[in-house]
């Protein structure tokens, strides 16, 4: 499976910007899906996921209440509405995809099969 994000870019604290993830595949659709993020000189960390029905979403406590995540089936393509971004929400972004079909409760990094290619997310202050 190949996973497209883009959506990335540059905007001042306060502001939204919204990342997309098409992802190949007719059965894509099946899968749980995911946001991460890596900051420069720190770890990869988990931002959001959604079940593959869509009718379970997961949060990082630093981004609750401000980012949602959404997908269309039909476009096989996961979205990330980012709102009242801080300059700590740098980074680049990198969506996954679950290793299996049909996967329950949150997309931890041990469960994730595929990797996008990132995009970069610049807060200024």
């Known amino acids: 499976v190949q996973l497209q994000a883009s959506g990335g870019g540059l905007v001042q604290a306060g502001g939204s910007l919204r990342l997309s993830c098409a992802a190949s595949g007719r059965t894509s659709s099946s899968y749980a899906m995911g946001w991460f993020r890596q900051a420069p000189g720190k770890e990869r960390e988990f931002v959001a996921a959604i079940s593959y029905t869509g009718s379970s979403r997961y949060y990082a406590d630093s981004v609750k209440g401000r980012f949602t995540i959404s997908k269309a089936n039909a476009k096989n393509t996961v979205y990330l509405q980012m709102n009242s971004l801080k300059p700590e929400d740098t980074a680049v972004y990198y969506c996954?995809?679950?290793?299996?079909?049909?996967?329950?409760?949150?997309?931890?990094?041990?469960?994730?099969?595929?990797w996008g290619q990132g995009t970069q997310v610049t807060v200024s202050s």
């Open positions: 996954a995809r679950d290793t299996q079909p049909y996967g329950v409760g949150a997309l931890v990094p041990a469960r994730v099969g595929s």
